[in-house]
């Protein structure tokens, strides 16, 4: 299996507290992924890396940040949560730089937001 | 606006039936790729085309890519309760894997 850890993996939280969920991987691949999963709408990319401190918006980056400070570790900072952005959370890494390449996922945070 | 259309959203089937579901778009793509995710996990790769007319065999899987590389199907040849899961598209964009999109998934479930 593809080192990747999420944590936490489970997270419940009240609407208006910030909440950061943390993605880390062993692997040493250049880009890291943040997708929200809902029903009816499969696997939705918020934001990625394509390096340290280097990242870029994806479909729905509205209420969310990231922070890559190290190789390893890609952060998703939810700054005021709300009730919209109760969902399945996953992270993903891959070495990118073909059309073949391959991403890995973590197995998710389930996050719930009253 | 979804870059992939994937369908039947949801497919209900017998064990030892054909299935096929298709993945589209109005784009020309690079290469696709065909993930799998069941319950509680994260998806996980099982091909990725490139050519176009190109077609892929993972036992009892048979992956093609549209001659125009703006679509691609996914059939199943007497699927079993082990196929269950959550089949989804992804596109990479741009000249190397950045942004990986993906389409909304069918949902297959294989009864005994």
């Known amino acids: 299996d593809a080192g990747i850890t999420q944590s936490p993996r489970h997270k419940v939280t009240e609407t208006g507290t910030p909440v950061t969920l943390r993605c880390h991987q062993t692997?040493?691949?250049?880009?890291m992924y943040w997708y929200r999963q809902d029903p009816g709408h499969g696997l939705r990319l918020i934001h990625y890396s394509y390096g340290v401190k280097d990242t870029d918006k994806g479909e729905v980056s509205d209420g969310y940040s990231v922070s890559r400070s190290k190789t390893e570790d890609f952060l998703l900072t939810l700054e005021s949560a709300t009730s919209s952005q109760t969902s399945v959370y996953f992270c993903?890494?891959?070495?990118?730089?073909?059309?073949?390449?391959?991403?890995?996922f973590g197995q998710g945070t389930r996050l719930t937001v009253v | 606006t979804q870059l992939l259309e994937q369908s039947p959203q949801f497919l209900s089937i017998q064990e030892g039936e054909n299935l096929t579901v298709y993945c589209n778009s109005s784009s020309v793509f690079s290469s696709l790729q065909w993930y799998r995710q069941e319950p509680g996990e994260g998806p996980v790769l099982l091909v990725t085309?490139?050519?176009?007319?190109e077609v892929k065999k993972l036992k009892r899987l048979t992956f093609q890519f549209g001659d125009a590389r703006k679509d691609s199907s996914l059939h199943i040849t007497a699927a079993q309760p082990g196929d269950t899961g959550l089949y989804l598209c992804a596109l990479g964009l741009g000249s190397t894997l950045g942004r990986l999109y993906f389409g909304r998934g069918t949902q297959l479930t294989v009864w005994p």
């Open positions: 085309v490139v050519t176009g007319g």
């Open positions: 993903a890494i891959s070495s990118g730089g073909a059309r073949d390449t391959e991403a890995f």
């Open positions: 692997e040493n691949h250049r880009y």
